[in-house]
Protein backbone atom coordinates (compact mmCIF):
# COMPACT_ATOMS: atom_id res chain seq x y z
CA UNK A 1 0.00 0.00 0.00
CA UNK A 2 2.89 2.49 0.60
CA UNK A 3 4.02 1.52 -2.99
CA UNK A 4 1.27 2.62 -4.61
CA UNK A 5 0.68 5.91 -2.45
CA UNK A 6 4.27 6.57 -3.23
CA UNK A 7 3.91 6.33 -7.24
CA UNK A 8 0.95 8.67 -6.64
CA UNK A 9 2.29 10.92 -5.37
CA UNK A 10 4.41 14.06 -7.75
CA UNK A 11 7.98 14.29 -6.76
CA UNK A 12 8.84 16.67 -9.54
CA UNK A 13 7.83 19.67 -11.07
CA UNK A 14 9.37 21.99 -13.84
CA UNK A 15 8.31 26.06 -14.54
CA UNK A 16 8.79 28.07 -17.05
CA UNK A 17 8.12 31.89 -16.58
CA UNK A 18 8.67 35.64 -17.80
CA UNK A 19 10.33 38.12 -15.83
CA UNK A 20 11.52 41.76 -15.27
CA UNK A 21 15.03 42.24 -15.05
CA UNK A 22 15.69 45.60 -12.35
CA UNK A 23 18.68 46.61 -11.83
CA UNK A 24 19.69 49.10 -8.40
CA UNK A 25 22.93 51.44 -9.65
CA UNK A 26 25.77 51.83 -7.12
CA UNK A 27 29.28 53.09 -7.17
CA UNK A 28 32.84 52.83 -6.28
CA UNK A 29 36.62 53.60 -7.60
CA UNK A 30 34.96 56.73 -9.31
CA UNK A 31 32.72 54.71 -11.56
CA UNK A 32 29.24 54.66 -11.11
CA UNK A 33 27.33 51.92 -12.37
CA UNK A 34 23.42 51.27 -13.71
CA UNK A 35 21.64 48.77 -16.20
CA UNK A 36 18.68 49.12 -18.29
CA UNK A 37 15.32 47.35 -17.20
CA UNK A 38 14.84 44.54 -19.01
CA UNK A 39 12.65 41.46 -19.75
CA UNK A 40 13.25 37.78 -19.45
CA UNK A 41 12.73 34.49 -18.91
CA UNK A 42 13.28 31.15 -16.27
CA UNK A 43 12.98 27.78 -16.31
CA UNK A 44 13.33 25.06 -13.39
CA UNK A 45 13.03 22.58 -12.01
CA UNK A 46 12.37 21.51 -8.36
CA UNK A 47 12.15 18.00 -6.82
CA UNK A 48 9.94 17.34 -3.49
CA UNK A 49 12.26 15.96 -0.99
CA UNK A 50 9.71 15.61 1.56
CA UNK A 51 6.66 17.68 2.85
CA UNK A 52 7.97 20.99 3.04
CA UNK A 53 11.17 21.23 1.52
CA UNK A 54 12.54 20.76 -1.72
CA UNK A 55 15.66 21.15 -3.92
CA UNK A 56 15.47 23.54 -6.95
CA UNK A 57 17.64 24.00 -10.38
CA UNK A 58 16.78 27.03 -11.95
CA UNK A 59 18.45 28.69 -15.58
CA UNK A 60 17.40 32.35 -16.36
CA UNK A 61 17.94 34.78 -19.77
CA UNK A 62 17.40 38.70 -20.61
CA UNK A 63 19.15 41.19 -22.57
CA UNK A 64 19.96 44.76 -21.14
CA UNK A 65 22.59 47.25 -21.12
CA UNK A 66 25.21 47.96 -18.35
CA UNK A 67 25.77 51.61 -18.20
CA UNK A 68 28.84 53.38 -16.82
CA UNK A 69 29.88 56.82 -15.93
CA UNK A 70 33.34 57.64 -15.33
CA UNK A 71 35.27 61.19 -15.23
CA UNK A 72 36.97 59.77 -18.78
CA UNK A 73 33.24 59.39 -20.16
CA UNK A 74 30.18 57.35 -20.41
CA UNK A 75 30.18 53.83 -21.58
CA UNK A 76 27.42 51.38 -22.19
CA UNK A 77 27.98 47.50 -22.74
CA UNK A 78 24.73 45.49 -24.15
CA UNK A 79 24.86 41.85 -22.93
CA UNK A 80 23.02 38.99 -22.52
CA UNK A 81 22.47 38.17 -18.73
CA UNK A 82 22.36 33.93 -18.27
CA UNK A 83 21.64 33.01 -14.58
CA UNK A 84 22.04 29.36 -13.41
CA UNK A 85 21.55 29.18 -9.56
CA UNK A 86 20.50 26.09 -7.27
CA UNK A 87 18.86 26.19 -3.89
CA UNK A 88 16.35 25.12 -1.62
CA UNK A 89 12.42 26.05 -1.16
CA UNK A 90 10.99 25.68 1.63
CA UNK A 91 7.22 25.15 1.98
CA UNK A 92 4.90 27.00 4.13
CA UNK A 93 1.30 26.27 5.00
CA UNK A 94 -1.16 26.10 2.01
CA UNK A 95 -4.63 28.27 2.65
CA UNK A 96 -7.46 28.58 0.23
CA UNK A 97 -8.68 25.29 0.70
CA UNK A 98 -5.63 24.24 -0.76
CA UNK A 99 -5.18 26.07 -3.91
CA UNK A 100 -2.98 28.53 -2.65
CA UNK A 101 0.82 27.15 -1.35
CA UNK A 102 3.34 29.96 -0.44
CA UNK A 103 7.13 29.53 -0.22
CA UNK A 104 10.38 30.82 0.40
CA UNK A 105 14.04 30.32 -1.26
CA UNK A 106 17.64 30.52 -1.02
CA UNK A 107 19.74 29.93 -4.11
CA UNK A 108 23.43 30.19 -5.15
CA UNK A 109 25.20 30.28 -8.29
CA UNK A 110 26.36 32.20 -11.23
CA UNK A 111 25.29 35.16 -13.18
CA UNK A 112 27.65 35.34 -16.61
CA UNK A 113 27.66 38.60 -18.31
CA UNK A 114 28.09 37.58 -22.50
CA UNK A 115 28.69 41.06 -24.74
CA UNK A 116 26.56 41.59 -27.79
CA UNK A 117 28.14 42.30 -30.77
CA UNK A 118 26.02 45.65 -30.08
CA UNK A 119 28.68 47.43 -27.33
CA UNK A 120 28.79 51.67 -27.26
CA UNK A 121 31.66 53.58 -26.72
CA UNK A 122 34.44 50.78 -26.10
CA UNK A 123 36.90 50.61 -28.25
CA UNK A 124 38.14 47.06 -27.83
CA UNK A 125 36.18 43.98 -27.19
CA UNK A 126 34.28 43.14 -24.17
CA UNK A 127 34.79 39.64 -22.05
CA UNK A 128 32.45 37.45 -20.98
CA UNK A 129 32.18 37.15 -17.19
CA UNK A 130 30.95 35.61 -14.53
CA UNK A 131 29.60 36.86 -11.61
CA UNK A 132 28.22 34.94 -7.88
CA UNK A 133 25.24 35.26 -6.96
CA UNK A 134 23.27 35.13 -3.83
CA UNK A 135 19.50 34.09 -4.37
CA UNK A 136 16.54 34.93 -2.01
CA UNK A 137 13.09 35.32 -2.46
CA UNK A 138 8.98 33.58 -2.03
CA UNK A 139 6.29 33.55 -4.13
CA UNK A 140 3.23 31.46 -4.32
CA UNK A 141 1.84 28.40 -6.32
CA UNK A 142 -1.79 28.83 -7.31
CA UNK A 143 -3.41 25.05 -8.60
CA UNK A 144 -5.31 25.63 -11.70
CA UNK A 145 -5.82 22.00 -12.47
CA UNK A 146 -4.94 18.62 -10.61
CA UNK A 147 -1.09 18.94 -11.54
CA UNK A 148 -0.83 22.69 -13.09
CA UNK A 149 -0.71 25.86 -11.33
CA UNK A 150 0.25 29.32 -11.99
CA UNK A 151 3.02 30.52 -10.07
CA UNK A 152 3.86 33.91 -8.98
CA UNK A 153 7.35 34.67 -7.71
CA UNK A 154 10.07 37.39 -6.79
CA UNK A 155 13.59 36.58 -6.64
CA UNK A 156 16.42 38.79 -5.16
CA UNK A 157 19.91 38.67 -6.56
CA UNK A 158 22.79 40.08 -4.96
CA UNK A 159 26.54 40.32 -6.49
CA UNK A 160 29.41 42.12 -7.47
CA UNK A 161 29.14 44.70 -10.38
CA UNK A 162 30.44 43.35 -13.73
CA UNK A 163 33.17 44.81 -15.62
CA UNK A 164 34.02 42.83 -18.81
CA UNK A 165 37.72 42.48 -18.15
CA UNK A 166 38.27 46.07 -18.01
CA UNK A 167 39.84 47.36 -14.77
CA UNK A 168 38.66 51.30 -15.19
CA UNK A 169 34.92 50.11 -15.15
CA UNK A 170 35.73 48.18 -11.91
CA UNK A 171 33.63 49.45 -9.32
CA UNK A 172 34.11 46.77 -6.27
CA UNK A 173 30.61 47.11 -5.47
CA UNK A 174 27.56 44.99 -4.50
CA UNK A 175 24.41 45.17 -6.43
CA UNK A 176 21.07 44.18 -6.14
CA UNK A 177 18.77 43.00 -9.12
CA UNK A 178 14.70 42.61 -8.14
CA UNK A 179 13.58 40.06 -10.92
CA UNK A 180 9.25 39.47 -10.61
CA UNK A 181 7.80 36.81 -12.31
CA UNK A 182 5.27 35.06 -13.35
CA UNK A 183 4.25 31.82 -14.93
CA UNK A 184 3.31 28.12 -15.46
CA UNK A 185 4.11 24.76 -13.20
CA UNK A 186 3.66 21.39 -14.02
CA UNK A 187 3.75 18.63 -11.52
CA UNK A 188 4.98 14.93 -12.78
Known sequence: MA?????????????????????????????????????????????????WLSAEAVYGMDRNTQKYLLSSGNFRIQSNVHQATGGLVIGLPSFGKRRLSPYVLAEGGALVFDPTSNQVDIGATSQT????????????????????????????????????????????????????????????
Do not use: M
Open 3 to 51: LSAAAQESRSEISLQGTGFFTTGTSGNGTSYSATDAGGFLAGYRYRLNR
Open 129 to 188: QAKGVFVYGGGVNYALLRRVSLRVEYRGLVYKTPDFGFGGLATNSITHTAQPSVGLAFRF
